[in-house]
């Protein structure tokens, strides 16, 4: 997809809808990897029907995911969705850090 691979593709049986996901850590939130790709995935349709796009980011990543979809033009569309993961799961919990 415009050389950018989803985390997650999904398709109803009738092939009326579809839905593109993707996780980001705290790291990789705002870079312009992701920029691209959010942008191109929020855009994408087929058969006329939009993609339903589901973003998971940490819980503090939330303003700078917000940033960038605002950034990318994305932020009001509503076939894009936002979810939001609690650090104390994707915390290291020896380190403290991301894993």
Same mark, same amino acid.
Request: net charge positive.
């Given at each position: 997809?415009?050389?950018?691979?989803?985390?997650?593709?999904?398709? #109803?049986?009738? !092939?009326?809808?579809?839905?593109?996901?993707?996780?980001?850590?705290?790291?990789?939130?705002?870079?312009?990897?992701?920029?691209?790709?959010?942008?191109?995935?929020?855009? /994408? #349709?087929?058969?006329?029907?939009?993609?339903?796009?589901?973003?998971?980011?940490?819980?503090? !990543?939330?303003?700078?995911?917000?940033?960038?979809?605002?950034?990318?033009?994305? !932020?009001?569309?509503? #076939?894009?969705?936002?979810?939001?993961?609690?650090?104390?799961?994707? /915390?290291?919990?020896?380190?403290?850090?991301?894993?």
């Amino acid at each position: 997809m415009g050389g950018y691979r989803p985390d997650v593709v999904g398709v #109803t049986l009738d !092939s009326a809808g579809w839905a593109l996901g993707e996780a980001k850590s705290y790291e990789d939130v705002d870079t312009t990897h992701t920029r691209r790709q959010l942008g191109l995935f929020g855009r /994408l #349709t087929s058969r006329g029907v939009p993609a339903a796009l589901y973003v998971a980011v940490p819980l503090t !990543s939330r303003n700078a995911l917000e940033r960038v979809l605002i950034d990318v033009g994305l !932020s009001r569309r509503p #076939t894009v969705h936002r979810i939001l993961i609690p650090d104390c799961l994707v /915390l290291d919990r020896e380190s403290h850090a991301y894993a």
